[in-house]
């Protein structure tokens, strides 16, 4: 002990002079080893392990006038049942701001707990110290503090009573993190945005549309859609507030939606209902702003429609859960989220949360489904269904793959869906991690099984939640009985393996580019690969042309399937812009006129033996390489390009919805075009299973000998998707393979 206080008083005279004499960066260097030791000497220790019945709570002291950056905390237990009124704080671990930079150990602040040292992260000090001033000497639960990190079996108690913790709290407060100086004006707009928000609502559910305000520099068309007439500064303010890091987090699904008391957004000192955050977003989604702003190519506008989405799909889990506002329960009585499954199972109900957090994400996989699990169990309890009672053993990549194997079984048994491939696939996936080489041998973690669903954010269904009133895909042309289990006895226990009927549309030859490729106006792939088709579409029996628009957004405008004609009009319009911006960067690279011509040739093919007249001809660009080749004011010049910019609008949107950014389109051996799944390679073959609404692609491969199949992921094939392969085949035409 002695020697214990020597060493700290050396340090703690030593820290001073080094302080004096180092850089800024060692001084914080210094400041940070001299915290560090000290939390190690005087840490704040756990006096025991909690169960399921007790939590603990912090309280946040208030802020000393003479010392306000040390932050005073005490922490107490008490039985769950039985606790003082206390906030939730829901808040991430590292930096609040978008693109901040990771934090490391030494940007931990001190803080004082029952007198001993807690090293923090700072936007949890920031959090705290707000609330030691707004809300002084309230009880606060926050995860950090309040559950031992270091011990997996309290952390899985925790866990397990997550939905008790949040539903108890008196107010949840979400911590977006410190103002800056557009916070004030960006929370303004959100109140601008809450008036007359529900009556716009709810008449866009009632009528099964959306609005139409694709262009967010058309004011008279904001205003149309019931929005006030933003500038540009506008939207940038607006991004203080949704690109926060907040935004978009997996356990902030459970933390807003389980509150049923109060849940308060905190930006700085600024306060602001959740609700009115929500609204705001709801607007601007359902008017078509949102995804408006991913046309702009401006960074933070494409970061502002994803926060968003986010607050809008918060607000949706929010309603299954506590049922909040009445403009909500319309939208939701107006969309399936079922996933075309028909029972109110706990299994379908985790299915439906996880489609409705696609844009959600989490730097652990299984922490999506950990924390959905507790909004399920939530829901579970109102209805008095019985609970899904399945917990990870851990963090280790064997805990991971035993967890999601149980899970994705336990789907397949209650939904009787093999829907639910469409969730699942190798092609996005990335290898679990394996411990390093330690001189002996340690056998790697089996995989999870390519059929079952690990809900990476970029597998994404091409069955969406939508209106009710579209027709749904159904590629297979049949439905299993949902109250039958024949999915069940294709399942292998012991061998982790699926067998399902399915018919072979044969092997991808080539694949196009990607979307924002083709937003950029690269279309030489998929100039040649519709070339190779011919002028008409085979399985349809139209013009080549108007099959690859239809294919690139599903065929679909999000109200209408097929798509109505106006689409292929926007595509036209985006295929005379995209002709345009390359003359116009290749008369800016002073290229001569015969090079910018020769650019321009898979396109003129394309064009020679399109009966719809929509891809530009020679006599177009021609036209447009003389007329901008005599105009040298550059500003009229890009005047020409955002004329067909603006009325390409609608397919861009559309575009990004359906491809970005996991899908390219291709071209099958046989000649039917389609967008494929992450990760597909030539070679891939495309099949329809029997009992699946959206076509797969698989990949052979050999297991102990056998030849089976990995299931990349779904896919859309343009021609297919509502049964008419399965109309013209016969019993024999189906096989049995097995998924590994």
């Known amino acids: 002990m002695a020697r214990l206080l020597l060493l700290s008083g050396t340090a703690a005279l030593a820290a001073p002079v080094l302080y004096c004499l180092a850089s800024s960066h060692a001084r914080e260097t210094v400041s940070a080893l001299y915290h560090h030791f000290l939390s190690i000497a005087f840490r704040f220790r756990y006096a025991e392990r909690l169960s399921s019945e007790q939590i603990r709570l912090v309280r946040v002291h208030a802020a000393s006038t003479s010392a306000p950056q040390h932050l005073q905390l005490t922490i107490e237990t008490f039985p769950l049942d039985s606790c003082p009124k206390y906030i939730a704080l829901s808040y991430t671990w590292q930096a609040a701001q978008l693109f901040a930079p990771p934090y490391t150990w030494r940007d931990r602040v001190p803080a004082h707990l029952n007198n001993r040292v807690f090293l923090l992260w700072p936007n949890l000090h920031h959090a705290l110290s707000q609330l030691s001033r707004s809300r002084p000497d309230s009880y606060v639960w926050t995860d950090a503090i309040c559950i031992n990190q270091d011990d997996w079996a309290e952390r899985a108690h925790q866990i397990g009573i997550m939905d008790l913790i949040y539903a108890a709290a008196n107010e949840t407060i979400v911590w977006l993190g410190q103002a800056t100086e557009r916070s004030a004006k960006a929370l303004q707009i959100v109140d601008l945005l809450g008036v007359g928000a529900t009556a716009k609502v709810l008449a866009w559910a009632e009528s099964r549309t959306y609005g139409d305000a694709f262009v967010i520099d058309d004011l008279d068309l904001l205003e149309r859609n019931g929005l006030p007439r933003f500038a540009d500064d506008d939207w940038l303010d607006l991004c203080d507030v949704y690109t926060r890091n907040w935004f978009g987090r997996v356990w902030m699904m459970q933390e807003v939606s389980l509150s049923s008391n109060g849940v308060t957004v905190l930006l700085g000192h600024h306060e602001r209902p959740w609700i009115a955050v929500a609204q705001a977003s709801t607007i601007l989604c359902m008017s078509q702003v949102a995804t408006g702003l991913l046309t702009t190519g401006h960074i933070q506008k494409i970061m502002l429609c994803k926060g968003l989405y986010v607050a809008f799909g918060l607000q949706i889990i929010r309603e299954w859960c506590v049922g909040e506002t009445e403009e909500y329960r319309e939208v939701m009585k107006t969309t399936d989220f079922a996933f075309g499954m028909e029972s109110a199972s706990t299994s379908q109900t985790l299915v439906s949360l996880l489609i409705a957090s696609a844009s959600f994400s989490s730097s652990v996989a299984l922490d999506k489904v950990v924390s959905l699990l507790g909004i399920v169990r939530h829901i579970m309890r109102m209805r008095g269904q ?105 399942i292998d226990m012991e061998l982790g393996t699926l067998s399902v009927r399915c018919l072979d549309l044969g092997p991808v030859e080539e694949f196009g580019e990607t979307c924002e490729e083709i937003i950029a106006g690269e279309l030489d792939d998929c100039c040649r690969m519709l070339l190779h088709c011919g002028a008409t579409y085979a399985p349809t029996g139209r013009p080549i042309v108007e099959a690859f628009w239809r294919t690139l957004v599903l065929d679909q405008d999000m109200v209408t399937r097929p798509a109505p004609a106006v689409i292929g009009a926007s595509f036209a319009d985006l295929m005379k812009a995209t002709a345009t911006m390359a003359v116009y960067r290749a008369l800016g690279e002073g290229l001569p006129i015969t090079d910018v011509i020769r650019r321009f040739d898979p396109r003129f093919m394309l064009a020679s033996v399109d009966t719809t007249k929509t891809m530009p001809n020679n006599g177009f660009v021609l036209r447009t390489i003389y007329d901008m080749a005599e105009e040298e004011d550059f500003s009229k010049r890009m005047a020409v390009v955002e004329k067909w910019e603006a009325s390409a609008s609608v397919f861009k949107v559309l575009l990004r919805v359906a491809l970005a950014p996991t899908r390219r389109p291709f071209r099958s051996m046989n000649g039917r075009l389609g967008l494929a799944a992450p990760g597909a390679q030539v070679g891939d073959r495309i099949v329809i299973v029997e009992g699946c609404a959206a076509p797969l692609m698989v990949r052979r491969v050999l297991v102990r000998g056998d030849a089976c199949y990995q299931l990349v992921g779904d896919a859309y094939v343009h021609g297919v998707m509502d049964g008419e392969v399965v109309e013209k085949v016969s019993e024999a035409d189906w096989r049995t393979i097995t998924l590994v």
């Not at 053993?393 to 079984?409: D, L, M």
């Not at 397949?412 to 002996?440: H, I, K, M, V, Y």
């Not at 939640?465 to 949902?482: D, E, H, K, Q, T």
């Open 386 to 490: 019985p609970l899904l009672d399945i917990v990870p053993r851990g963090y280790s990549a064997s805990a991971s793959t035993q967890f999601f194997r149980e899970v994705g079984i336990n789907l397949f048994r209650e939904t009787n869906s093999l829907n639910l491939l469409t969730l699942a696939g190798d092609g996005s996936r990335t290898p679990s991690p394996q411990p390093p080489n330690l001189n002996f041998s340690i056998p790697p973690a089996p995989p999870v099984p390519s059929w079952i669903p690990t809900y990476h954010p970029l597998q994404v269904s091409v069955i969406r939640p939508n209106y009710s009133g579209i027709s749904s895909f159904n590629a297979s042309g049949v439905a299993l009985p949902p109250d039958g289990r024949e999915v069940v006895s294709m």
